[in-house]
């Protein structure tokens, strides 16, 4: 027997139906999850959390180009004013940056994209800010 969701999801719920979405209920419940197994502080409502996300709801995934929940630099708990959406890219090279990775991108024979982890030389870091 499945538990009913609360009236808040309602709404955004009907919305990606719609459209063909997935249930955005879910993918809070998924999220805040998430972030507990990590140990990492939620302090976001749903209301707050489909603020955020609706403009780019159909853009959501684990893909480079594909659109995520980050936090800036990647530190401090999920909540209003600490988080926001960009790229999985954009949030990666964030998060290597803030552990002095670099992190490169080069094209494969298949056209998509494979990261080249490797710790920075300090000349060539200097040289090559393109962060």
């Known amino acids: 027997m499945s538990r009913p969701f609360k009236k808040e999801y309602k709404e955004a719920r009907e ?3 719609k ?22 502080k939620w302090k976001l409502s749903f209301d707050e959390w489909w603020s955020l996300w609706k403009p780019h709801y159909s ?11 980050c936090r800036e630099l990647d530190s401090g708990c999920y909540e209003v004013g600490n988080v926001r ?29 494979i990261p080249e982890w490797h710790i920075p030389n300090l000349k060539e870091y200097e040289e090559d800010k393109l962060y």
């Open 15 to 17: 919305w990606c139906s």
């Open 19 to 40: 459209y063909d979405l997935p249930d955005p209920a879910l993918k809070y419940l998924l999220n805040k999850n998430s972030a507990k197994k990590r140990g990492i």
């Open 59 to 69: 853009k959501r995934g684990r893909k480079s180009m594909q659109k995520c929940l």
């Open 85 to 113: 959406i960009d790229y999985v890219k954009a949030n990666s090279q964030e998060r290597c940056l803030v552990n002095n990775i670099k992190y490169k991108w080069k094209p494969n024979s298949s056209r998509s994209y």
